[in-house]
């Protein structure tokens, strides 16, 4: 079964450093997105990819976070300068285009820790 | 506005009972209501999911219940088995073609199902 692929699981990064998580989304797929959760708290939005731009942004993605699908098969989230709070578990979910269904597939997780 | 609203929080019930856990919206314009469940260690994944057109869907032992004039909707997890004891997550979304379906989620209940 396709699934979406997400590294590294776990990254342990100085505050102030530039972290890259990576993804790689269910292959005909159309829609990207990024979601983070905090330990113990909700799910929550970040940004939406769609025809190589981003088509939505929640308030949490400032100018420090930044996305790209660089070679048509990764997409990864850059944060540029860490900061305590970023340290949260970071999802990749993908979906396709479907009138009847919105299923977003998730990834496992990136777990990035701020020290 | 952007708000969902879940409860409980968190939820002990005995094998073979009933789960019920409840959520709100306040956006009319969500159109698509998901239930996620996430084990630990794994991201989210798609239940059962429903559209504002009815007002109950069941697949197997989950059933949501859907009140449109509330603004409100149910999970229900019948005949409850220790396999089911992990965090579920309501959401809500209005899919559209431009950016894809941004969930917006509930704050999650853990659910714990004593042998």
């Known amino acids: 079964e396709p699934e979406v692929t997400q590294t590294p699981s776990h990254q342990v990064t100085q505050m102030g450093q530039e972290v890259i998580l990576r993804c790689v989304p269910i292959?005909?797929?159309?829609?990207f997105y990024w979601y983070r959760q905090i330990l113990g708290q909700k799910v929550e939005f970040l940004v939406s990819?769609?025809?190589?731009?981003?088509?939505?942004k929640s308030e949490i993605f400032d100018d420090q976070f930044s996305v790209e699908r660089p070679d048509g098969s990764n997409f990864t989230l850059k944060i540029r300068s860490t900061k305590l709070e970023d340290s949260a578990m970071y999802f990749c979910?993908?979906?396709?285009?479907?009138?009847?269904?919105?299923?977003?597939?998730f990834g496992e997780g990136s777990r990035l820790t701020v020290l | 506005q952007q708000q969902v609203k879940q409860s409980p929080q968190s939820l002990i019930v005995q094998k073979g009972g009933i789960s019920i856990i409840n959520c709100a919206y306040e956006?009319?314009?969500?159109?698509?209501f998901p239930w996620y469940q996430q084990f630990p260690g794994k991201g989210p994944a798609l239940l059962i999911a429903?559209?504002?057109?009815?007002s109950e869907k069941k697949e197997g032992r989950f059933t949501i219940s859907f009140n449109k004039s509330a603004k409100q909707f149910s999970l229900h997890i019948m005949d409850s088995q220790p396999g089911d004891s992990a965090t579920y997550f309501c959401?809500?979304?209005?899919?559209?073609?431009?950016?894809?379906?941004?969930?917006?989620f509930g704050g999650g209940t853990r659910v714990l199902v004593k042998p």
């Open positions: 979910a993908s979906s396709e285009w479907n009138t009847n269904t919105g299923e977003l597939f």
């Open positions: 292959s005909n797929h159309l829609y």
């Open positions: 990819f769609y025809n190589n731009e981003i088509s939505e």
């Open positions: 956006n009319t314009a969500f159109d698509y």
């Open positions: 429903i559209r504002p057109d009815v």
């Open positions: 959401a809500a979304s209005e899919p559209s073609k431009a950016a894809g379906n941004k969930l917006t």
